[in-house]
């Protein structure tokens, strides 16, 4: 997203408020880490506008992503989900979704959730990892996380920079909360 997005956001009605209130700020709550990874699967082959109109449909459908209750869904969700216009019907994509519910649900096991596991693997070695790590880390973890959507929802979160240009107001007031 990057400079292009710092400039075209700022009062878009759809861009805007999830430029200005979302993208680039740490995020904690294992919920809101599951859309934005979810989101980003979605978006792959998409434009982030199609996603973002969606994503109070997606909600709708993927119950709020609440990985426990996606980790249940079965055959007939499935099949709900890819006759719902509402939503963005790729079955690969929905699979890859309720597979990392049950990844996050694992990492409340191993790592007391999402965040914690995110956390524990932000600093290696006292550096911190870079793209193509985080990369690897996720395809041995999640489905569906290539480079791009990796990149993407790490710089969504705060975990890697690049969400927002030098002179944009919103990176700025970013940079003097950490």
Not at 18 to 31: L, M, N, P, W
Not at 44 to 73: C, H, M, T
Not at 158 to 168: D, F, I, N, R, T
Request: aromatic share 10%.
């Amino acid at each position: 997203m990057s400079r292009q997005y710092c400039e075209i956001a700022p009062n878009h009605p759809i861009h805007g408020p999830y430029h200005d209130r979302e993208y680039g700020f740490r995020v904690a709550d294992e919920r809101v880490l599951f859309e934005r990874l979810c989101l980003e699967i979605m978006q792959a082959g998409l434009s982030w506008e199609i996603v973002l109109k969606k994503r109070k449909a997606l909600n709708k459908a993927f119950d709020q992503f609440n990985p426990i209750k996606v980790a249940k869904y079965r055959a007939k969700d499935l099949k709900r989900m890819l006759a719902d216009e509402t939503i963005i019907r790729n079955r690969l994509k929905i699979m890859a979704i309720i597979h990392n519910a049950h990844v996050i649900i694992d990492l409340r096991k191993s790592h007391g959730g999402f965040a914690q596991w995110l956390e524990s693997n932000r600093l290696v070695e006292k550096k911190s990892h870079s793209k193509a790590e985080w990369v690897k880390l996720f395809r041995k973890t999640f489905k569906f996380t290539g480079g791009e959507i990796t990149g993407e929802f790490l710089m969504s979160i705060g975990y890697l920079p690049g969400a927002h240009w030098e002179g944009c107001p919103v990176g700025k007031k970013i940079r003097n909360l950490v």
